[in-house]
Structures are given as structure tokens and as C-alpha cells.
């Protein structure tokens, strides 16, 4: 309970402001709120889902626009025009995400910068919307027939949507669907081998954002009583970036933070600098360069996580008690062991005149691990990518469970039972090693981002949790659970990677070098765990440069060189093979 107390005191204060606070002062706490939900949307698009945008004043301007045509021209309700502004801000997002969001790097802030302008222009050039002028006369917003004309009621309205922004997404990301939207920032290529479609949940996030910074536009727009361009201008879509990156963008209430401490003391410095050097202009914005700089060295990020290490802290683990009694989510059908599980027939792939996979033939079978090693530039990595849906083989067959796979994507296998692990680990280091590994769950559970908003996927969740919780105990690490993933050491992080990939039930493990970088005693710890799953009736294929794991562990051992497979056979025969040997030792003693 003591961990809520800082949040009763802030509704506290936001109850009773209207009773202390008169004139520009309330003005100003109705305008930090409505930058609070503006900068919301960029917590989830940039802070979750690492996607930065310069542009979301332009979704501000819609929204607000929206509002103040539809009810000077035509006429429409109020309440209306705010489904308009919404439809308009969604078209506007879905077009401009499917658009700008398959773009990586520094291309995609360039082009939010590109929008940004491009939609402040016409609001400014456009003769229907009032050019530079922009429109006045907005009538009044009334609800229940209760005329919205003071700074306080409005006070109440932008706080409670701030409230309920924070509610609903906190809600979301503590989900299945927040699970994934979190994986964006793991990379493409994790987030689609755990089933996540990194397309989709781009666009809702952009969409979320959008439709938040339209909701700010239209409130303003009533608040008002007329908008013009100036506040929907690029400036003021950096600003919003600003207050979430000095609050703390990776979290809500660091948007929170960060608007209250960027927008409040920019209007103090506004107001009183002036005076205090004797001149006019607006110096404020030197002083605060400045101060970004420091804040960005010192606090890259951001001032909530020093802010909450004062905090009380929760005592218990979130979901400890909550989800003991729910059962874990029913498991697929196994095949029986011995059971043909992958099947590789003249698998080639070229890189332009280099061919880095030729012809390569194999089968993997339930209940056996089969090892794939050779020296480096062997082509095991381009391989294991085709195997798993990364890249395309050039020609050949793969099936999986007795079904062409060469031509799926990673979610399509991933769908299918096929679950792998990274050479250079990928977990969400700040997520927790519980989150981590019930994101390996993902395919299995239903619920849309809607559900999981108003926690109407309770019971899923549970169960989910359930089973995380379950793999992590094959793995032997249980009571890391709620740990940061990347507090542990790199050893029990890809212990995480295999309870990740065990979370999604599947018939095959892939595990690209597993052993890499671990000490003796992890490895041999990681040899029992494979060992276990085995007998469990899994098929291990796993790519390794470590010989003696390998000898000790596999079952079956296929060796490459220069794209060829050299050799396949069981670990004693391939110790003695001649061209291993050649391969490994250029051919001098034993491969292993
Ligand atoms: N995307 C690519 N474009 C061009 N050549 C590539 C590409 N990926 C791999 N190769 C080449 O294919 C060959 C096989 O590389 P690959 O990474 O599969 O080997 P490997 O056996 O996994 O090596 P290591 O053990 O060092 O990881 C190498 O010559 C490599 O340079």
C-alpha cells in the first residue's frame, strides 16, 4: 500500500488544485495536462516501442482543426467532431505509419520531421481552415447540457483523460500485447521469431500515439475558442519529445514528470527572464538548450527512475501469489519420439556468386539433438537463418512436421512449433526475466490490446504466466523470475533464451551456440537442461563451435566447410572422420 501513497497524493493534488489554484495559474496546470497526453503517446511510440517522432504536433493540429471546422462550418455536436478528429488522426496515422515505419534508422525521425512541416503548412496555407489567422468563434463544449466555460471544468476533463491514458496503457503493457509491443525494442528479428508481427503493433502504437495527440488537439481547440497554426508547428513537436526525454521516456510517469518539469518552469523563464536581463526575447530557450545538455549527460534516462528510486518500494513480486493457483496453458500435441521432425533436402543458398550453403541434406528427429558444427565462414549461421525462416534458401527443401517450410516467414514457423535461440543474445534487459520468458508465449494467447487495456485478459494472463513460470523451472531458474534480465549473468541469460523459446511449446529447439561464453560449470549445467529436454521428447538442432559440448551431448553431429557437408555421423565416428580432422587440424590428430 505504502508504494501507492506518492500516486494518492498527486490525484490529492490535481483534486484540490481547482480550490487553490485561480487564472493563469490553472490555465497553465489545463496546459502541462494536455502536453501529459501528448507525451503519453510518445512514451509508448518512442519509450516502448523505439520509434522516435518529431511530428506529433501535426496529430495535435488535427485533432484540434477537426473540432473547429466541423462545428463553425457545418455546424456538427461538439462530441462529434471529436470521432471525426479520431477517424481523420487514424486514416492520417495508418497512411503515414504503413508508410514511414518500415523505414530503420535515422530515416524514420526524418521523415516525422518531413509530415510534421508538411501538415503545419497546410494548415497555414489552407484558405478553409483561416490560413495564418486560423478560425475563431468555437462554441463552447457542454456535457450533459453543462457548459464547459472555465478553466477548472476543463481541469477535470484533461485530468481525467490523463488518468485514464495512464490506466489503460499501464493496463497494456502489463499484457500479453504490451509483452510484444515492449519486443519492438529487442529488434525485428527476436520480436518475429517469438510470432510477434512487428508491423502491426508499429502501427497501433503510432496510431495510439496519434489518436492521443488528436484528443489533446481537440480539447484545446474547446478550451480556446479558436486555434490558428503557431501551436501545431515542428518547434512544439520537438518540445513534446523534449518533456518526454527529460522526464524519462521509457516510462509513463516519466512523460508525466517530464511535462510538469519542462512546460512549468519554460513558462517561468518566459514570463520572468525578460525582466531579470533587462530586454525582451525569448531567452529562455538558450537556458533550456543548455539545460537539455545536462540533463541528457547526467540523466540519459531521464529524471523519473532518480525520482522513483526514492519511492517506497512494492514488497511482493507482482504476480507471486496472483497466478500460483492458474494452470498453464495446454501444451500441443508431441510427436511421438523418433518421429521425422526436419527434413532438409539440397538446401542451397547463394549470396550473389558466393555459395554459402551447397546442397545440404538432413533430417532432425524428436527426441535426439543433432549438432551442426564446422569451422568459421562454414555457412552453419546462413543455414540455421533458412531453417528458420530468417532468409529464403536460394533452392532445395526444408519441411518441418512434414510441411514445406522454405517459403514462411519466422512468425509462420514459430506458429508451427519451431522455437530458437540467439548467438548474441536478445532479451529485453529491463523487462523481467518472468516478462521475458512469457513473451516466448505470445502465439498462444488471443487477447487484443483493447481486452488487455480494460484487463479483460485476466484469466490469459494468468496462464501465460503460468507457463513462463513452468519453463523457467525445467530451466532451473525460478527464483530469477523476477529479476531484470539483464542483471543476470550471461550464462543464465541464455538459460532465459531456451525457457523463452521452451514457453512456446515447441517440437523443435534451435539453438544457435548456446555454450558461447559460458564457464565450465554453466556449460555443463546447460548440457544436463539440453539433456533433460531431450528425454522430454524435444528435437535439438543446435549450432556450436564448442567440440567437446558437442561430442558430449549430440546425438548425431553433421560438419560443414566452405558450405558443404563434410561429414554426419554419430560423435565418435566424427572425432576419427578423416576430412573433419583435415577440416579442424588441417590435419593433424584427433577433431576433438
Ligand atoms: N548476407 C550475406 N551476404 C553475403 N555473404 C554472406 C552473408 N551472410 C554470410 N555470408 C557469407 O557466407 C559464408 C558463410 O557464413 P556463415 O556466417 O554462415 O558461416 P558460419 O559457419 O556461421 O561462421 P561463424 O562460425 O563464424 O559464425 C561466409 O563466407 C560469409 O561471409
Known amino acids: 500500500m505504502l508504494y501507492r501513497l506518492p500516486l494518492i497524493a498527486f490525484i490529492l493534488a490535481l483534486c484540490i488544485a481547482p480550490f487553490m489554484l485561480h487564472g493563469y495559474p490553472m ?15 510518445l512514451v509508448l511510440l518512442t519509450g516502448v516501442g523505439g520509434l522516435t517522432s518529431f511530428g506529433q504536433a501535426a496529430f495535435v493540429g488535427m485533432g484540434a482543426y477537426a473540432a473547429a471546422w466541423l462545428t463553425t462550418t457545418q455546424d456538427w455536436n461538439p462530441w462529434l467532431t471529436l470521432l471525426a478528429g479520431l477517424l481523420l488522426t487514424t486514416v492520417a496515422a495508418v497512411v503515414l505509419g504503413w508508410v514511414t515505419l518500415r523505414m530503420s534508422g535515422h530515416y524514420l525521425p526524418l521523415s516525422t520531421l518531413a509530415w510534421g512541416i508538411a501538415i503545419y503548412l497546410t494548415f497555414g496555407n489552407s484558405q478553409t481552415l483561416g490560413g495564418q489567422t486560423g478560425i ?7 456535457l450533459f447540457g453543462w457548459q464547459l466555460t472555465e478553466s477548472w471544468q476543463f481541469h477535470i476533463l484533461i485530468w481525467a483523460v490523463v488518468l485514464s491514458i495512464i490506466w489503460t496503457v499501464h ?32 502501427i497501433i502504437l503510432f496510431v495510439l500515439a496519434a489518436q492521443y495527440a488528436c484528443v489533446a488537439g481537440w480539447i484545446y481547440a474547446y478550451m480556446q475558442r479558436f486555434v490558428n497554426p503557431t501551436p501545431f508547428s515542428l518547434g512544439q513537436g520537438i518540445e513534446y519529445l523534449f518533456m518526454g526525454v527529460v522526464g524519462g521516456i521509457a516510462e509513463l510517469w516519466g512523460g508525466v514528470v517530464g511535462s510538469f518539469l519542462y512546460a512549468l518552469p519554460r513558462e517561468w523563464l518566459h514570463s520572468h527572464l525578460p525582466s531579470l536581463l533587462g530586454r525582451s526575447g525569448s531567452f529562455e530557450g538558450i537556458i533550456f538548450g543548455v539545460l537539455m545538455i545536462i540533463i541528457l549527460q547526467r540523466a540519459p534516462e531521464g529524471l523519473w527512475p532518480h525520482l522513483h528510486r526514492l519511492w517506497p518500494r512494492r514488497v511482493s513480486a507482482p504476480d507471486a501469489l496472483s497466478n500460483a493457483a492458474a494452470a498453464p496453458l495446454d501444451s500441443r500435441l508431441r510427436p511421438a519420439r523418433g518421429e521425422l521432425i526436419l527434413q532438409l533436402n539440397a538446401v542451397t543458398k547463394r549470396f550473389g556468386g558466393l555459395v554459402a550453403n551447397n546442397a545440404i541434406s538432413f533430417e532432425v528427429r524428436a527426441g535426439e539433438v543433432l549438432a551442426l558444427i564446422g569451422p568459421n565462414g562454414a555457412g552453419k549461421s546462413t543455414l540455421f537463418n533458412c531453417i528458420s525462416a530468417v532468409s529464403p534458401p536460394s533452392s532445395g527443401s526444408i519441411r518441418f512436421l512434414g510441411k514445406p517450410v522454405e517459403r514462411c516467414d519466422s512468425r509462420k514457423v514459430a506458429r508451427m512449433g519451431m522455437s530458437r535461440t540467439f548467438q548474441h543474445v536478445r532479451l529485453l534487459p529491463r523487462m523481467s526475466v518472468l516478462d521475458n520468458v512469457a513473451l516466448g508465449a505470445h502465439l498462444r494467447g488471443r487477447h487484443s490490446f483493447v481486452a488487455s487495456a480494460w484487463r479483460l485478459d485476466r484469466a490469459q494472463e494468468q496462464r501465460i504466466l503460468a507457463t513462463a513460470r513452468d519453463a523457467l523451472e525445467r530451466c532451473g531458474l525460478c527464483e530469477k523470475a523476477h529479476l531484470p534480465a539483464g542483471s543476470l549473468p550471461l550464462g543464465q541469460q541464455r538459460v532465459v533464451e531456451i525457457a523463452r523459446a521452451l514457453a512456446a511449446d515447441p517440437s523443435l529447439l534451435l539453438l544457435d551456440e548456446p555454450a558461447a561464453g559460458l564457464r565450465y560449470l554453466e556449460k555443463r549445467e546447460l548440457g544436463i537442461l539440453l539433456g533433460r529436454l531431450r528425454k522430454e521428447g524435444l528435437a535439438i538442432l543446435l549450432v556450436e563451435h564448442d567440440l567437446d559440448f558437442v561430442m558430449e551431448l ?12 563434410i561429414a554426419e555421423g554419430l560423435p565418435q565416428e566424427i572425432r576419427r572422420h578423416p576430412a573433419v580432422i583435415e577440416a579442424y587440424l588441417g590435419g593433424v590428430g584427433d577433431a576433438a
Do not use: Q
Open 171 to 202: 493496463n497494456m503493457l502489463d499484457s500479453r500485447e504490451g509483452r510484444a509491443m515492449r519486443a519492438l525494442k529487442g529488434g525485428t528479428l527476436m520480436a518475429e521469431a517469438m510470432g510477434v508481427n512487428t508491423t502491426r503493433f508499429k
Open 136 to 142: 475563431t468563434g468555437i462554441p463552447p463544449l457542454s
Open 554 to 565: 549430440a546425438d548425431r553431429v553433421v560438419v560443414m566447410d566452405f558450405g558443404e557437408k
Open 27 to 41: 490555465l497553465m496546470l489545463n496546459y502541462v495536462g494536455l502536453s501529459v497526453i501528448v507525451v503519453l503517446g
